[in-house]
């Protein structure tokens, strides 16, 4: 049975709780940090070269890491040594699990190659695990793919700001057929037609100032929130 309570009553806090400074977004401490202010989180899920699950939003390490090298390209024992921002650790995903998460946890694949290895280990993680999450991606071949394996797991579409009239009827397309349990879009996108007839549960992110906050709740389901004091 899908619970897709956490996702429309609490909003959720992106990369947990965090400044960049003293707590590094999407690490063990931003999302103890949330579970502390008792909201739901959301994180990015990615594969290190030797096939483990690590949680970080990133492509490469330039912003949080200085450095230029791709997750996919390093071991966990490489990433696992470096400090991001100076301050904290990349964790892996399991360990993530292991927290007294009573709120929910919105996980994003971050997938571009369209190989399904990271999908299965997610599930895999996944199969014991009896608190409340859901999937998003921007990748339709990776939420067909959860879909085919698991009915029962709420998957919510990406959708971010687009100048592409195709991208827009591709969503349409893909909400039309595959009907996902909820969409997850981007604030400047929120007139979106398309979007607008959907009837189902609809997030807008990401909102960090107070400003947005009383503008956007008005219009969506829920937020996506990246900085508490904006509430």
């Known amino acids: 049975m899908k619970n897709l309570d956490f996702i429309t009553n609490i909003t959720i806090m992106h990369r947990g709780f965090f400044d960049n ?5 999407n690490t063990i401490k931003s999302f103890k940090k949330a579970n502390t202010l008792k909201h739901p989180y959301e994180l990015d899920v990615r594969l290190t070269k030797d096939e483990k699950l690590v949680v970080f939003h990133d492509e490469t390490l330039k912003r949080l890491g200085g450095s230029s090298k791709k997750i996919s390209d390093m071991n966990y ?5 470096i ?3 100076g301050v904290d650790t990349i964790p892996l995903f ?17 997938n ?3 190989n399904r290895t990271l999908e299965n280990k997610l599930l895999e993680l996944l ?3 009896d608190k409340p999450y859901s999937i998003i991606s921007f990748n339709k071949k990776t939420l067909r793919y959860i879909r085919s394996k698991n009915k029962d797991i709420p998957l919510g579409l990406l959708i971010t700001k687009s ?15 595959f009907k996902p349990d909820f969409i997850s879009i981007n604030k400047l996108e929120v007139n979106n037609k398309y979007v607008k007839k959907y009837k189902k549960p609809i997030l807008i992110w990401t909102i960090k100032t107070r400003e947005d906050y009383n503008k956007y709740k008005k219009i969506g389901t ?9 509430i």
């Open 163 to 177: 100048k592409k009239t195709f991208d827009r009827l591709q969503n349409s397309m893909f909400l039309k057929t």
């Open 112 to 114: 571009e190659n369209n």
């Open 127 to 129: 199969s014991s695990y």
């Open 94 to 110: 399991e360990d993530v699990l292991k927290l007294d998460n009573k709120y929910g946890i919105m996980i994003e694949i971050k």
């Open 21 to 25: 400074e003293k707590i590094v977004e």
């Open 83 to 85: 400090k991001l921002l």
């Open 77 to 81: 024992s490489e990433l696992s040594k």
């Open 222 to 230: 829920n937020l996506v929130l990246e900085n508490i004091n904006v």
